[in-house]
């Protein structure tokens, strides 16, 4: 009998405990989440290259980049889509996607930041598994691409 006693009431100390940590577990990851968008960091940019533009709307959260980027090309089809990535560095490295044709496409997409601009990035794509990334053994290139200017939000 005593032995019984013993090892229920171990069980409910260790339930209790158990319980209580998850408990302690769930308000610190509720804690992290900000409370309303005071958190959330936009900041909007147009660049213009001879008759074509860009624009590019980056929302920041604690360091999560998701966002907005089109393209209005003079001679060939104009893209519009959505991204999301993150800073490495002053760099940021995101995944475009979008349609066009009816199709849709990912494509990485990297944006040097210097001076209050973003200079975009190019160089060799490997694709793996589906997915496509920057070749690491040869370096991006931020000296042919879009230069984006802080503009207004729309």
Do not use: H, W
């Amino acid at each position: 009998m005593m032995m019984r006693k013993s090892t229920l009431f171990t069980l409910i100390i260790s339930l209790l405990s158990f319980v209580s940590c998850n408990q302690n577990q769930n308000s610190n990851k509720q804690a992290k989440l900000p409370e309303n968008d005071d958190a959330l960091e936009r900041q909007c940019f147009k660049a213009i290259s001879a008759k074509d533009t860009a624009f590019l709307k980056i929302n920041n959260l604690e360091g999560k980049i998701t966002g907005k980027l089109s393209f209005n090309f003079s001679e060939k089809n104009d893209t519009d889509g959505d991204i999301s990535g993150e800073f490495k560095g002053d760099t940021l490295i995101v995944n475009y996607i979008y349609k066009s044709g009816g199709k849709v496409f990912s494509n990485p997409f990297a944006f040097l930041k210097k001076d209050n601009k973003f200079y975009q990035g190019y160089g060799e794509i490997e694709t793996y598994l589906g997915k496509s990334y920057f070749k690491k053994s040869t370096p991006i290139s931020y000296e042919q691409g879009f230069v984006f200017e802080p503009a207004e939000c729309k």
